[in-house]
């Protein structure tokens, strides 16, 4: 008797989970780009499954790095949809509103290596924009940190690309943007565990450098120093 109730609890715990998806945010595919080579090999080597599949796995990566457990703490976006497509441009992929752009040529391109690995490495760059704050203005500050903490979160996912990436300590300015913020950024979640996340939030009315003060106690700029005096070796230039 004990065992049969178990048995059905357990039954309508599997009904209730699979019936509620923790995350049901939706996701859809579609490849424009058929017939050239990059749709192809999309088609061959990736396809719709595996790019929803990884969306969503990108999804709870990202919102976990972001600090995000309830769905309150969260952008409200139902579908995020991601196409493939034939323009010809010289671009590797865009996000706009909530959806997500591929290029064939990119793919094409990515075809001779670990296709998966590179792919999920742009993919989640581009969900990382889908799920973080954004500026509504034009200040070039705040879009220039948008695409490091981006490019952190391909970091975090361990899809740093073999070239084109630049190496901890590289650059000029903290907000250079991509890899070379990216990398600050991480050296800054070292300095505070969980920064990145605590930034994205401050980051949901606009951008203020105070926000680098406020969560470490030191401006962006002092800290892109005591950054660079680290992997420089040079410790009489760490500010305190
Ligand atoms: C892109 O360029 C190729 C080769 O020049 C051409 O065949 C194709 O139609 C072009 N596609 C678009 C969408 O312009
Ligand atoms: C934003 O990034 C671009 C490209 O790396 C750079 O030229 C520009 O100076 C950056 N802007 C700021 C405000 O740092
Ligand atoms: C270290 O930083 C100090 C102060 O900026 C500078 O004078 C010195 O030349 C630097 N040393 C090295 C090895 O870069």
């Not at 990108?58 to 949809?81: G, M």
């Amino acid at each position: 008797m004990a065992q049969s109730q178990f048995f059905l609890i357990s039954l309508l715990i599997i009904f209730l989970v699979a019936s509620h998806p923790i995350n049901a945010v939706e996701y859809s595919v579609t490849n424009f780009a058929h017939t050239t080579p990059g749709g192809m090999i999309f088609n061959e080597k990736l396809g719709a499954e595996y790019t929803k599949q990884t969306m969503a796995v990108a999804t709870e990566f990202i919102w976990n790095i972001f600090k995000q457990h309830t769905e309150k703490e969260r952008k409200n976006v139902p579908t995020v949809r991601f196409f493939v497509e034939d323009k010809n441009d010289s671009y590797i992929a865009y996000k706009i509103n909530d959806e997500i752009h591929f290029e064939d040529n990119y793919i094409e391109s990515i075809s001779g290596g670990d296709i998966k690995r590179r792919f999920n490495g742009v993919l989640y760059h581009e969900m990382a924009h889908i799920w973080q704050w954004e500026q509504g203005c034009d200040c070039e500050t705040a879009a220039n940190l948008t695409r490091g903490i981006a490019d952190f979160v391909r970091l975090k996912a361990d899809y740093v690309p073999e070239t084109g990436w630049a190496k901890p300590g590289d650059g000029e300015h903290w907000n250079e943007g991509y890899s070379v913020t990216a990398r600050f950024l991480d050296y800054c979640n070292g300095v505070r565990e969980g920064f990145v996340g605590e930034l994205n939030k401050k980051m949901k009315n606009g951008y203020s450098d105070d926000f680098f003060v406020e969560l470490l106690g030191m401006t962006p700029d002092q800290l892109w120093t005591n950054y660079k005096a680290e992997y420089e070796g040079n410790s009489s230039n760490i500010i305190n």
